[in-house]
């Protein structure tokens, strides 16, 4: 009878909502007006010739390495963040092994680290999702060879220092490092480069959170020349699409865009972050397009009030550390205004009292 | 220091051509008038909304399985049949196990299985590429978890029955036996459904070909509900694109389009045979949108002859068996009668002679 590897029949069914997310969608971190117009012209003009054929890579990757001021051979452009990190785990993990993260995090890296047969060291973060390094550091086994990092961290919003992840890099010599910085944008710092110090470091980026491309699926894995050339060799030549590959150099063009659209977060993260401590609502300062914050007990009623109003958010109580907690994407200003009016609101249905001003 | 896992370090690196291919690409079995303008209207239509946002598949999945008349458990979407191919050697493969191979055929599935740590039976095909199927059935042992069948295949054109399929799937339940049809549509006969009786037959289509949308990666993975749901952990669930998942239901239902195409490559596979019969030259009968001929010593005279003419075609003579042999992809109409007037001008430069009509 047909069975599957061991470590495939141990993996749960990860169930993301793949449809019927309608309303203001805060609940996945996109870009919340969308790419570009010069992008979508730019899709516009696709001719069936250049859909009919095989995508190439090639230019576009000299293009995207240039733009993040690096060699081509450092670069892979990968179907999203989720295939970078695939790779990762399918060049470095094999059964025995111990794959690192520090939770909570985004989920993929445990998901694509457990169909390998690795075993996944899950360190829980410091109080206030600080970034537990002594604990991390306590941890490299070695057995350890991979570490995944997001940087600002996902659901948490946490950033750890480049000086933490050179010291990470340094004590495990022997494990790929991999700094998830998909929301980079939105916090401005950065290790890309630092690979030339630590040829174990790796680090990725994402076309679908600032640059509003998600649905194009545009990831970059990027790391020293050796370590780069294991990974592309159990990558598939033709992973991004046509489409994506003919609009990435019109979106790397229109860098203000871009920026415009970061300014905006910025200061709708700062008033979102300002409007739940006048709640007293506790939240954790994020450095990503989103905060988390825990509501407790009215957590649920909170979410459904809030759905009920045409706005999405995300549950994260099942996360760990997270009971109770609830993460929501940051728009641009008009969508801050609506976010708010349905907080206030949602806020009034489920009972929640602003405290006196003191 | 960074070391791959040993399977990946023994891997050789793939590089196919991912740019530059200027002219009238008869070389990578593509469509070779695109697309259906309905398709390329629905593209065309996409909004900076839509490009934001995640893909989701759901209903997309849906439909296609409607189309092939099978249900939507049956069925995954995958960014070409590439990563079908590659999640089903994930889910079954591991160091020690047998992935069994008829070479010559299409490179991916060696190098997917070969990623796992896996050893590839290769088993030659008998006299004119005919499916060694006595060959295929004494090859299996307790270790094969992994067969893989293109049929039609590429490169060659051959086809295999679907009883003999039947017979390799009963004598390896234990085994995943992939058919790959991505030719599907020029020969006409499938094993769809069968899985029915054999659980351990997985189905792959494709729309890269007869549809003309190879850009956008778009595979289809079918097989038995419990099998499935095995694949479906190992698979990402933002694996497809938007603009794929947008145009999917456009291209499903201009069959016209797919239809009319096919019509046409089919005369032209018959000419180009006919042509290579007038001129003694070996080829082999093809049941996919391509025709394999032997041209011998003068095989790479002709490649670069039929270039200067801006038109390509593939050297397959590093294939098993294939010494000497270049495939030709047929489009439609007008472009036999490009390929045909390029194609004695080449024959006349590198010195070949028609023989005396009997």
Redesign the interface.
Known sequence: ?????AA??N???????????DGL?LD?N????????R??AR??S??????????????VEVLVAEHLCICRDELLLT??V??GI?LLC??????GDEALIVVPTFS?YEISAA?T?ARTIRVLADDDFRFPLDKVLLSITQRTRLIAIANPNNPTGAVVEGRAIESICAAA????VLVDEAYYHFYGQTVLGAWRER??LFVARTF?KAY??????IGVLTGACP?M??V???S?????????LACLPTALADDEHVSNYVAEVRIGRERLQEELRAWAIEYWPSQGNFVLFRGGELNQPFIRAMRQRGILVRDRSADPGCAGCVRITIGVAEQTERLFAALHESFDEIGLKQPEAV
């Open positions: 009878m047909l069975k599957a590897r495939v029949q993996l749960p069914t990860y169930d993301p909502p793949l449809a019927g997310r969608r996945f996109e870009n919340t007006v969308g790419c570009s117009a992008v979508i899709l516009q696709m001719t069936a010739e250049e859909v009919a054929r095989y995508p190439e890579r090639e230019a179907n999203g989720d295939e695939h399918e060049t470095f993990l094999e059964p993929m169909a047969g010599p022997h494990a790929a040829p174990n679908s509003g491309l998600a649905g194009l699926r370590a050339a294991m592309r060799k159990v598939s030549p033709y992973n991004l699409n046509s489409v994506a």
